[in-house]
């Protein structure tokens, strides 16, 4: 396989056509706003991962260019890939559109193949993680998407005059930005971050982390090491425990049986895709109910990479019903055996219930969410991290518990892993986010539109280039006039009732 030095460039060059002939980017269009005498943006997102991205490129394409992402990251290191996500490879087929908009030359494939070309292409298995957050930092800068790093946002609140005042800080201090509407781009972490069982919360956090926390795995070298989970992050957390060198590690699953089958790709369609949204929420909660009650298996490539490890052992019918400190190592209590370790990973998922999430306390018990009169027991169980997601508007906004309650929560757009249950997985996953940030499109731009009507009907009214000069006709109804009145221009009512011919 061979790097071609100059395939970048080439397909930079074919991106820009391609836009030429969609007429894309629309002309910018949105009326400009002031706030105290300064700046409005139109659009404010918290997070720059592929979410983010997509969302504002799908919004700059359609003439809303006042926008900004703002990220605590450093540059290039935004989202998961370089951080939490400890697996080899993505488990989603190479092929998949993921954020190219409908755009053939924005695809990881063309991107991947300017490159490489078809022949590496096609001996790719699986993008490595790596080379797929690579192809994200080229969408960020072939497209000019406005990324603000290492700056985090700390509090959010109601300015009045459909504003909304987001308070951020970075190296140069604190400030506060204004915006018209705000899209939470948080992507897996959702809204609330890691979810910790309550066992660990009266643990010494030096004994444990979440699959989501920095974790430095060089300090676990002959560590006896515990994972709680059986899903692709477990797995990857302890694959990455033992190649770092651990004594060993103990995988403790509360499933008798290990998840096999993903049962989502079974019916993946864009009936999916565009009906979720549709169907009626106890239909919506029946889907996903049953999905979380089957499990979504680990990729076997990840699943490989543990058990290949003679010093890796996986305990099903385990579940941890208790973890106490003992001596500078902790006890993990289970209904099998008590094993003892120095440290252990939480891979336990993440949460919707906004708990120490501050920068959002301003609006977070307003929301509306599944368990606020939405969720009926005959929905089937009634399962928490379902209850605690947001019952969300048709373009992700967050809805009030009662009305009137916050009203900036319909300029607030949830477009996380938090919105599944509302909308099905457009806005967390590679397969279907080009339709989330089309639908996140469509909803702000008309909201933008509609708040406006009264000046885009001033600009209707307004506007008076001619297309039409006045010397392409010769107004022939002066021929229907009585000579004596041609000269004058009487007006054509007064012409007799007879034949044309008669009255020249």
């Known amino acids: 396989m061979t790097n071609n030095p100059d395939g970048i460039a080439t397909l930079n060059k074919q991106i820009a056509k391609d836009l030429t002939l969609l007429e894309l980017p629309s002309k910018s269009w949105v009326e400009q706003k002031y706030h105290n005498g300064q700046h409005v943006w139109d659009v404010i997102f918290v997070g720059a991962g592929m979410c983010g991205l997509a969302g504002a490129a799908k919004l700059k394409l359609a003439g809303v260019d006042n926008i900004v992402l703002y990220d605590t ?35 990881f494939r ?83 971050g890691g979810a910790v069982p309550a066992f660990l919360k009266k643990v010494d956090h030096q004994y444990w982390s979440h699959s989501a926390d920095h974790i430095d795995f060089s300090t676990l070298i002959n560590k006896r090491v515990v994972v709680i989970g059986a899903g692709a992050s477990a797995m990857d957390n302890a694959a990455t425990a033992l190649e770092a060198g651990a004594a060993h590690v103990d995988m403790l699953i509360r499933r008798k049986e290990m998840p096999r089958i993903n049962k989502m790709t079974g019916i993946s369609s864009q ?22 009650e089957q499990q979504v298996p680990p990729p076997r490539p990840s699943t490989l990479r543990v058990t290949e490890h003679e010093n890796a052992r996986i305990f099903l019918g385990c579940p941890v019903e208790d973890v106490v400190e003992i001596d500078g190592q902790i006890a993990v209590k289970t209904p099998l055996h008590t094993f003892e370790a120095d440290f252990l990973i939480a891979a336990t998922g993440f949460r919707n219930d906004f708990t120490g999430r501050a920068e959002f306390s301003a609006f977070s018990e307003h929301i509306r969410t599944w368990k606020d009169g939405v969720y009926d027991p005959s929905m089937g169980k009634p399962l928490s991290g379902m209850l605690d997601a947001p019952y969300l508007g048709d373009t992700f906004e967050f809805l009030e518990k009662q009305q009137g309650c916050c009203p900036m929560l319909s300029r607030i757009h949830c477009f996380n892993d938090a919105a599944m249950l509302s909308h099905g ?39 008076n280039s001619p297309e039409l000069e006045g010397d392409e006709w010769e ?13 004058s221009g009487s007006n054509a009512s007064t012409i007799a009732k007879g034949n044309l011919h008669d009255q020249t």
């Open 475 to 487: 107004d022939a109804s002066k021929k229907l006039l009585p000579r004596k009145d041609r000269k």
């Open 271 to 292: 009936g999916v895709v565009n009906g979720m949204r549709f169907l009626p929420d106890e239909w919506k909660y029946k889907y996903f109910a049953y999905v979380n």
């Open 110 to 192: 063309a991107w991947y193949e300017a490159q490489w070309g078809e022949d590496g292409f096609e001996a790719l298995t699986l993008a490595p993680k790596n080379v797929w957050m690579d192809y994200l930092r080229w969408y960020r800068e072939v497209l000019s998407l406005p990324v603000v790093n290492e700056t985090r946002v700390f509090d959010v609140q109601d300015a009045g005059e459909n504003i909304i005042a987001v308070s951020i800080e970075d190296n140069k201090g604190r400030r506060i930005q204004y915006c018209r509407h705000l899209v939470l781009a948080t992507g897996r972490s959702g809204l609330g």
């Open 73 to 107: 990251a450093p540059k290039g290191l935004e989202g998961p890939w370089e951080t939490f996500a400890r697996m080899e490879t993505l488990r989603s087929p190479k092929t998949l559109a993921g954020p190219s908009l409908g755009i053939p030359s924005l695809t």
């Open 425 to 463: 997985k457009l806005s967390g996953d590679i397969p279907a986010i080009s339709s989330g940030a089309d639908r996140l499109m469509r909803g702000v731009v008309a909201a933008l539109f509609a708040s406006d009507a009264e000046i885009y009907f001033e600009r209707l009214q307004a506007y």
